[in-house]
């Protein structure tokens, strides 16, 4: 007979790896990619900074599923969800959530921290982009296409060009020195909409 191979130790703690990813998160909204170490992340988190090494191999990779983690968690109308509805009801639907996340000083924190290290830390900036951006500009892709159907948006508009115009305007706007309310941003977001032609 012969041993039975042994497992590769204990299982991991899925609490202790979303306690780790949040305080990597909070760290990196309230320092940077350059102030939050590895020890800080563990300190916070609770744990010994060999628990986070264990599971992460560098502060980068670690604050990279930190962010794909929470950005996960914002919900947004699938493809699916447009067809329900006139695009007024959609928007009706979805501006008034889209206002108060663009209006919450954490996201108007995660922009900066996000764009600031968009060249030092690429791989910080392609998690947000994959996860957060790319799902919001096919959605809205999609609203832009079932507007021209309707004609509120003309047939050979470059509908790229028109998100980057929805997208950079809410941006600027949430960068400001001094930044909307969850009103405001809600009043500015539809007169937004309205300027590309997706509400009357």
Request: no cysteine; net charge neutral; hydrophobic share 40%.
């Amino acid at each position: 007979m012969t041993d039975a191979p042994r497992g590769r130790g204990r299982p991991r703690d899925p609490d202790t790896d979303r306690a780790i990813l949040r305080a990597g998160f909070d760290l990196f909204l309230e320092r940077g990619v350059d102030g939050a170490s590895m020890e800080q992340i563990a300190r916070r988190a609770g744990v010994g900074k060999l628990t986070v090494y264990r599971r992460w191999s560098s502060k980068e990779e670690l604050l990279a599923q930190a962010i794909e983690a929470v950005v996960a968690e914002r919900e947004w109308p699938s493809n699916e969800d447009i067809h329900t509805g006139s695009l007024a009801e959609i928007l009706e639907r979805v501006l008034p959530a889209s206002a108060q996340v663009a209006a919450s000083p954490q996201f108007r924190a995660l922009v900066s921290r996000v764009y600031g290290s968009a060249v030092s830390h690429p791989a910080l900036m392609e998690t947000y982009w994959r996860h957060y951006i790319l799902p919001r500009r096919e959605a809205t892709k999609a609203l832009l296409r079932r507007a021209q159907d309707e004609g509120t948006v003309a047939a050979d508009a470059d509908l790229d060009v028109l998100i980057d115009m929805l997208a950079g305007a809410a941006t600027y706007r949430v960068l400001q020195p001094n930044p909307p309310d969850a009103a405001e941003m809600r009043r500015y977001l539809e007169a937004l909409h309205r300027q590309v032609g997706l509400l009357p």
